[in-house]
């Protein structure tokens, strides 16, 4: 027998139902439940859809992982859940299910942040977290730069999107070029065929005075905004719109500012590592681009693989097995769904 802990992690904060189970920082199970088709034809999340699928996905999900994982719920050390930030009533199930399984089965409990979690999962595919670390998060849902000392329990924030997240951005631009939901996947296909260069979309929060105040934001409306006119002149003009080229030169903005910005956080914190996480992650031209720009400064780049980018359960349970090795304290049984809660807060 291992020492290290068995420990199973719970995820419900969006529109992924996500059960993992790891043994320190070994997966065993990863078992994801997406809803993603249910929203689909609303061309974005419905929290309200959400819930439901999380309840009627969460049994059956679970049941998978341990089948997966080879071990049944007595033998779990720790149950770990994100208690937050994401979707109220999609956080309440999780949360709800990780307190009956803890009471249940007289287990500690522990709710941990999900951006704290994004950056922990990297610890199954490439081993323990280098500290301090600069990780920058890139989803549906959130976009940010966070410099992390030890992720079971210091994590600061150095920026954030102002406006829309790297995600949505994608998201929005897929549904104006009618390619369809989720957009990320889609542009990113489409952007292979396309040239890069072909229009100068405008890099948020870049210049001079942006620099100053905003050094380490990121800022996606202006540019979605331009995209947006530039189709709207095309077609008003009665000219056919360059779908491809159109993507690649909306997603090569989206990546020079991401990984200018991620880098030059590494440079001026003295940090060696680079961490990415998040969807986005999971687009082919950031990969590149972060590679390329991460040698050039001599930063070592850690991409977790691209289902472990995305929503999942494996990476809750990364955090809470990390918490159960560090001594934290567990949560308590009233911990709350915190759909707010801030990325400095990586416990509750
Ligand atoms: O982490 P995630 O699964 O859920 C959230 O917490 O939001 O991220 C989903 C987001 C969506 O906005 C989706 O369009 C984006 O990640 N995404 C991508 C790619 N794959 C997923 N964006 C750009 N390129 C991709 N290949
Ligand atoms: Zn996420």
């Not at 996905?57 to 049941?63: G, H, N, Q, S």
């Not at 610890?123 to 977290?129: F, N, R, S, W, Y």
């Not at 489409?190 to 001079?208: K, N, Q, V, Y």
Request: hydrophobic share 45%.
């Amino acid at each position: 027998m291992s020492d290290e802990p068995l420990v199973l992690g719970l995820e419900t904060s969006c529109d992924e139902t996500g059960v993992g189970i790891v043994r320190g920082g070994t997966l065993l199970a990863d078992a994801v439940a997406s809803s993603v088709e249910q929203h689909a034809r609303f061309g974005g999340v419905v929290p309200e859809v959400a819930s439901r699928a999380h309840l009627e996905a969460m049994i059956p999900t679970l049941r998978r992982a341990c089948a997966d994982a080879g071990v049944t719920l007595n033998d779990l050390d720790a149950i770990a859940v994100t208690s937050g930030p994401g979707l109220s009533g999609a956080l309440m199930v999780g949360v709800a299910a990780a307190k009956a399984l803890a009471l249940a089965l007289g287990k500690p409990l522990y709710g941990v942040n999900h951006l704290a979690a994004h950056v922990a999962v990297d610890i199954l595919e490439h081993g323990p977290l280098p500290e301090p670390a600069i990780a920058m998060l890139v989803s549906g849902g959130h976009s940010s730069l966070l410099f992390v000392p030890d992720v079971s329990y210091d994590v600061q924030p150095l920026g954030r999107t102002i406006d829309d997240a790297a995600g949505e951005a994608f998201d929005k631009i897929a549904r104006l070029l009618g390619l369809g939901f989720p957009g990320g996947p889609l542009i990113d296909k489409a952007a292979r065929e396309g040239d890069p260069g072909a229009m100068r979309f405008p890099r948020g929060l870049t210049g001079s005075h942006d620099m100053r105040d905003h050094r380490y934001d990121f800022s996606f409306s202006g540019l979605k905004t331009a995209v947006a006119r530039w189709v709207e002149q095309r077609e008003a003009n009665g000219e056919s719109v360059p779908v491809n080229d159109v993507s690649a030169s909306f997603q090569e903005a989206v990546v020079d500012v991401l990984t200018r910005k991620a880098v030059l956080a590494c440079k001026e914190n003295g940090v060696g590592h680079l961490l990415i996480g998040g969807g986005v992650a999971a687009n082919s031209r950031l990969r590149v681009m972060a590679e390329e720009r991460c040698a050039a400064e001599g930063i070592v780049l850690r991409v977790p693989r691209p289902k472990l980018c995305t929503d999942n359960g494996a990476m809750v349970a990364a955090l809470g097995a990390r918490m159960v090795q560090t001594g934290r304290t567990p949560s308590d049984l009233t911990l709350p769904a915190d759909s707010s809660m801030p990325v400095t807060l990586v416990q509750a």
